[in-house]
């Protein structure tokens, strides 16, 4: 039997734009109360207000997810304004494109602290609520499809998207007799404003507009997508969401193959390069 998600509530980070605001208003259609995250506090009202305009109650905790005390306060705020959550979306994170080698240390520990520390921290602290109080739930991580291979210069990136991955399955196994379920998410090219601001963090021009001039348009997908995939996860929990077959597929291929997988790859990074040389 599919879960009934009408007035359950979800806590979504990440959710003033893209994959985040995408999921709050698919779980506000699904019946579900919202407590919103980000730092942007413009962009979190016009959703909440969205949210409300469906009938569905909402609430704001405006901050970085690696602020100290900000996961009490997602919980916190949950139980006092929603009396509780089903469900926690860990997604707000951000890329980086930059060769490995030109990785600077304070870079590398930033994009940990938000992609997989402050995410670790949330998932495991709802879990830990979640065995307390004696009640079923479901947290999700937003990975990638970049947890399961690489491309180059996305090294950093990858590294903390296979982390978020490793510690989901780890806890799916740990938790799932309690009757919490553990899901990570694995969208492929999704057109959100990621690829602008992995841009504006790495300093180069390699892409230009919204995604990667290089990624097919089979590749291609809205953010829609992605959440109406993840509110059907919350409906019918699986352990893993993927929205292409073909890249699952490919990922495996990838990862039995690693040396094919190289070869086609060093065309890219060829082209990569050259971009470079003459972005500079
Ligand atoms: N787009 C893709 O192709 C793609 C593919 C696979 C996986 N993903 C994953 O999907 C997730 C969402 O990305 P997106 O594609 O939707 O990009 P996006 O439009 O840039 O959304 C990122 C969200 O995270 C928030 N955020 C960033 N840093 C934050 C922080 N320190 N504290 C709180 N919120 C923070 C941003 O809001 P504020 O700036 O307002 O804080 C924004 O709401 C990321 O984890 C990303 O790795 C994206």
Redesign the pocket.
């Known amino acids: 039997m599919p879960i009934d998600l009408r007035d359950k509530g979800i806590i979504i980070?990440?959710?003033?734009?893209?994959?985040?605001?995408a999921t709050a208003i698919e779980c506000a259609k699904a019946g579900m109360h919202i407590v919103l995250?980000?730092?942007?506090e413009d962009?979190?009202k016009d959703i909440a207000h969205r949210i409300e305009k469906l009938g569905r109650k909402t609430t704001l905790v405006v901050?970085?997810?690696?602020d100290d005390g900000m996961t009490q306060r997602l919980l916190d705020e949950a139980e006092r304004t929603l009396g509780g959550f089903h469900a926690v979306f860990s997604?707000?994170?951000?890329?980086l494109d930059q060769p490995a080698v030109d990785l600077d240390d304070a870079s590398l520990r930033n994009i940990f602290e938000?992609?997989f520390f402050?995410s670790v921290d949330l998932i495991n602290s709802a879990a830990r609520r979640l065995l307390e109080q004696k009640r079923q739930g479901h947290l999700l991580m937003?990975?990638?499809?970049?947890a399961k291979f690489t491309l180059p210069h996305h090294s950093a990136?990858s590294a903390t998207?296979a982390a978020q991955n490793h510690f989901c399955r780890a806890m799916r196994l740990e938790l799932r007799p309690d009757g919490i379920e553990v899901s990570s998410v694995?969208?492929?090219?999704?057109t959100?404003?990621?690829?602008e601001?992995s841009q504006q963090r790495s300093g180069n021009e390699a892409f230009k507009g919204n995604v990667p001039d290089h990624a097919p348009r089979m590749f291609i997908q809205p953010?829609e997508k992605v959440a109406k995939a993840i509110v059907k996860c919350l409906r019918k929990p699986r352990p893993e969401v993927w929205t292409s077959h073909i890249v699952r597929a490919t990922a495996s291929f990838m990862t039995l193959f690693p040396s094919s997988f190289d070869l086609i790859m060093r065309k890219q990074a060829a082209r990569e390069k050259a971009k470079l040389k003459v972005d500079i």
């Open positions: 980070t990440g959710a003033s734009s893209g994959i985040g605001a995250n980000a730092r942007r962009k979190l901050g970085s997810v690696t997604n707000a994170g951000y890329g938000v992609n402050a937003n990975s990638s499809c970049l990136y998207k694995h969208p492929i090219t999704t959100t404003e990621f690829f601001v953010p």
